[in-house]
């Protein structure tokens, strides 16, 4: 009776480390979305007088909006428990300021077991998405139009790690050695290069837009945020709408 329950401990520890070693990025428990805003556009164009003879110089400013991107932003709340199947807790550890990662994901289940930085140079042949993929993926069917100011490579422009920084997914660490393609989203005073940063992984199978979160930071509005990210959207088609996963990694 000794060596069976011995056995059944050394089994029951053996599959506790494993649930460990294979801890990936989970579904979040509940999302409460709020109101989806956009900038107002000037309808009806605005009057300016003109009288024969006369001519007059213009400084002429105009805004459009993006059809590529949709934009989140907002906070985390969360922490490791112990429970069971039932959600009964044994005990729950609750996390004051919790660190790690947000993901979205056109697709849905993910490996995160083989994930990477979507490399934009790759080869097709070799990996699914490279950068032609990816802005074919919100809409820029040509090559030329890479040159576009909302294409991928114009808004993901900086290289992740290249302060040292580096996060993990699941057992897999991605640091400056990767090369990821990154993005920096605006503060309150606009440009930054050092928070709300934003990368672009892949399984392969599906695109999947990554953020790092950052506690109580100020983000874009003037308050406080976790987080701020962006997705891709194909927007060229009018009335699309496009289904994102989220997954969320606490640590």
């Known amino acids: 009776m ?15 480390l494993g649930i460990i070693v294979l801890a990936v990025p989970e ?7 709020g109101e989806s805003q956009r900038a107002s556009l000037t309808v009806g164009g605005t009057t300016q007088e003109a009288e024969g003879g006369n001519v007059t110089s213009l400084d002429v400013s105009s805004q459009r909006i993006t059809k590529r991107w949709q934009g989140f932003t907002g906070n985390i709340s969360g922490g490791i428990t112990l429970e069971d199947a039932a959600g009964n807790a ?7 300021n919790p660190s790690g990662e947000i993901y979205a994901s056109n697709g849905t289940p993910v490996t995160w077991t083989r994930v990477f930085c979507v490399n934009f140079t790759a080869d097709y042949l070799e ?14 069917g040509m090559p030329s ?7 991928v490579n114009a808004t993901f422009n900086q290289t992740y790690g290249t302060d040292g920084s580096y996060f993990s997914v699941g057992d897999i660490t991605i640091n400056n050695a990767d090369n990821c393609s990154m993005a920096t989203l605006y ?3 606009g440009y930054q290069t050092q928070r709300f940063k934003e990368i672009i992984l892949t399984d392969n199978t599906s695109i999947v837009f990554t953020s790092i979160l950052e506690q109580d930071q100020t983000g874009f509005q003037g308050h406080s945020t976790d987080f701020q990210m962006i997705v891709g959207v194909n927007g060229t088609i009018q009335g699309t709408v496009r289904n994102y996963y989220f997954f969320v990694e606490l640590s």
């Open 2 to 16: 000794k060596t069976k329950a011995l056995a059944a401990l050394i089994l029951l520890i053996i599959f506790s």
């Open 145 to 151: 139009e890479e040159a576009d100011d909302d294409s």
């Open 90 to 96: 044994l005990y729950d550890w609750g996390l004051a």
């Open 27 to 33: 579904g979040p428990d509940s999302i409460q979305r």
């Open 187 to 189: 503060d309150n005073n």
């Open 127 to 140: 990996e699914k998405y490279n950068l032609t993929a990816l802005n074919r993926f919100i809409g820029l």
